[in-house]
């Protein structure tokens, strides 16, 4: 409670009609900037919305930003709907030969990689659905680990007899995997060619059209 009355008390100048445009742009980049670099999850819109002038575009800071870190190590990144610095691949050999102490990577097994890449494309998805897909049965101890690792989320329940539940990726999921909305996902044809995923596999009412699957992000429902 006394750290939310804080919040409501903290007032900040946002248009900075006293600085002349050159200056106030520098200082809502710079704000820019401390929000996302401060944050330990992406940044939406919204939130940096409350922070620049009501004419000021994000998308014009963002790209200003990136400019600026061109020659950096570093990159700012559009992942699960907002942005979050993230280190250059081509460094990621350096640091861990470093033994620096990092974030903690995803830890999860091959066969439940498969699985969490089988509900993103064909979310919201059952158990039942997902045993059909694989052909053998999919446990309920891989999708509570996928669940603890914060990747898979419950859906809508299913409309058929039962009303199972269903599940679905979170924003947890595509900002591990470095995908901004779920249309970033590679082609199926990529996941077939790695034999992960057979569409002649897949059941009739789940649609064999994956092409035409809607890759909006799901309700973060809990």
Not at 163 to 192: C, K, Q, W
């Amino acid at each position: 409670m006394a750290r939310r009355a804080q919040q409501a008390k903290t007032v900040v100048d946002t248009e900075l009609s006293d600085l002349p445009p050159e200056l106030r742009w520098r200082e809502w980049m710079a704000r820019v900037e401390a929000v996302i670099f401060a944050s330990a999850t992406p940044v939406s819109r919204e939130t940096l919305s409350r922070i620049v002038g009501r004419d000021c575009n994000i998308d014009l800071i963002i790209d200003d930003i990136g400019e600026e870190l061109r020659s950096r190590p570093y990159e700012l990144v559009a992942v699960a709907g907002g942005w979050q610095y993230r280190t250059r691949s081509a460094y990621a050999h350096v640091i861990r030969a470093s033994g620096a102490p990092t974030a903690p990577t995803a830890s999860i097994t091959q066969h439940e990689a498969t699985v969490l890449m089988a509900v993103a494309y064909m979310q919201p998805v059952t158990r039942s659905d997902l045993t059909k897909i694989f052909g053998k049965e999919v446990s309920r101890d891989s999708i509570a680990s996928l669940r603890d690792g914060g990747f898979l989320t419950s859906g809508p329940r299913s409309p058929t007899p039962g009303a199972p539940y269903t599940y679905v990726t979170t924003p947890h999921f595509l900002s591990t995997f470095g995908f901004n909305t779920l249309r970033d996902l590679p082609d199926i044809e990529m996941l077939e060619d790695a034999g992960l995923l057979s569409r002649q596999q897949m059941p009739a009412e789940m649609g064999a059209d994956v092409e035409d699957i809607d890759r909006d992000e799901p309700d973060e429902d809990s």
